[in-house]
Every structure is written in C-alpha cells, then in structure tokens.
C-alpha cells in the first residue's frame, strides 16, 4: 500500500530497537517520513539507522531510557535540533514479564508500570507541545499508543501486564478529549499474538512454554502487520480519526 503522504512528516518511534518499533520505523522512513529512533540500546539503533539511511531514509538515533523523564527530555531536545519538531510520535517501548500476582514480584511490577504506563507518559508530556504546534498549523499530528489485547481480555498469570495496558487504552481514550479538539488525532492500537522479543524476557518457565504453545497453533501477527495499520492509520485525512484498533490474528479467538 502507499502512503505516499508522510514525505516530509517527523515521526518519534520509541522501542526502536527491535519487534513493532523497528518495523515502524522502517515502514515510515521508506514513505518518507523523518524518523528518530528511541530506545535503550545504542548499537541496534545505531544498526537500524544505518539500514534506513543505506535505503535512502532519513533517521536519527537517539539512546534513550523512556522511564527516565530526563532521558525523554533529553531526546526531544536532540529531535527538535535535527529535524524539527515531530508531528507523528509512536510509543511502542513496553515490556511484559508475567508471574502469578502471589509471586511477590514488585520488581517485575514496577518495570512494566514504568515501562508501559509511566514511559508513554514521558514520551507524550515531552513531544506534547510539538503535536499541539502541527495541529495548529493545520498539519497532520498523530499520537499511537501500542497498547494490548491483554487490555480487555484476562489472561491468567498476566495480571500487573494487563493492568498497565488497560491503564494505556484509558489514558488514549481521556486524551482524545484533551488533544482532539486542537487537531491532534490519537490512537490506540491493541494486538493480539503477535511475533515479537517481549516473549523472551519471562523468567517463568511454565508461562514461556505456554506463550511458546500458543506460536506453534496460531500464525501469529508479525511486527510489520502492526507497523502497516499504523501507516495506514496516520495516513487518514486529517478529520479522520481511527481511534481505537484491535488487530488479532485470524486464528486467535
């Protein structure tokens, strides 16, 4: 599909570095847009960047650590110096790591919570006045938030990760009432089994084995699925806003 109008956009992609954020910023960068790449490690940004510019985009990587509202700050400021102000941020940085709440593990709760929920909080106050700039020039200013369908359905054992999510969905629904109105568009956007790392960083051997379960039954979404509806999504005229996305695969009930 073409999307032919994000030549000349400055789009902000967190959780650059791999799965739904690197597809992305692939996606984005070979329609045109100006991509800055945040996340955590330096060398697949770095890598990533490459591969875009070798492709004829444009992209900038900036190291950043959502969770830290210095860091995100940070970011801006380097974004705005090199490309201008950004009209299309992406908040795809996010981790799940579940365990039975009886575990006890408040580390775990703690990284989801600063992660999923506390990040995009970080990421839309620091790029805020951008997005409020675009609108009132009467330019496109788009805000994705990568939520889950662990938002509505309850996965047992996913508890504190559902939570943080569902958290995420309502904050996008609020903020439509507070960006809407100055021509800012917000989206939410909630997959299902989708093909990405967040899988790998669960320490609990049953819950692996059952995640693992669930890609050998089900063709799962790939990372460029997500990153297509978000194309397609920003790409709207201007007074349309698809706000809310739910995107599973077929086969997934």
């Known amino acids: 599909m073409s999307y032919d109008n994000l030549a000349g956009r400055t789009a902000v992609v967190t959780g650059a570095a791999s799965g739904m954020g690197a597809a992305t910023a692939r996606l984005l960068a070979a329609h045109g847009a100006r991509v800055a790449l945040l996340a955590r490690r330096t060398d697949r940004l770095d890598d990533l960047a ?14 950043t650590d959502v969770t830290d509202p210095a860091s995100v700050r940070a970011a801006a400021a380097r974004v705005r110096e090199t490309f201008g102000g950004a009209d299309l ?3 795809a940085a996010g981790v799940m790591l ?6 006890g593990r408040s580390d775990e709760w703690a990284r989801m919570i600063d992660t999923n929920l506390s990040g995009a909080l970080h990421v839309i106050d620091a790029f805020r006045a951008d997005l409020v700039a675009a609108g009132a020039a009467h330019r496109p200013a788009d ?8 938002a509505h359905l309850s996965f047992p054992d996913y508890a504190v990760y559902g939570a943080t999510k569902a958290a995420l969905t309502h904050l996008s629904e609020i903020l439509r009432t507070e960006f809407g109105p100055l021509d800012v568009r917000v989206t939410n956007i909630e997959p299902g089994l989708t093909g990405t790392e967040l899988g790998d960083h669960i320490d609990n051997a049953a819950l692996a084995a059952q995640l693992d379960g669930m890609h050998a039954a089900i063709p799962a979404l790939t990372s460029e699925d997500v990153a297509d509806l978000i194309a397609f999504t920003v790409t709207r005229p201007a007074h349309v806003n698809l706000r809310q996305l739910i995107v599973l695969p077929t086969a997934q009930a």
């Open 143 to 150: 805000l994705v938030n990568i939520s889950s369908i662990g």
């Open 50 to 63: 490459a591969k875009i510019t070798a492709d004829g985009g444009q992209a900038l990587a900036v190291t």
């Open 98 to 103: 579940p365990n039975p709440v009886a575990a």
């Open 89 to 91: 941020v992406v908040n």
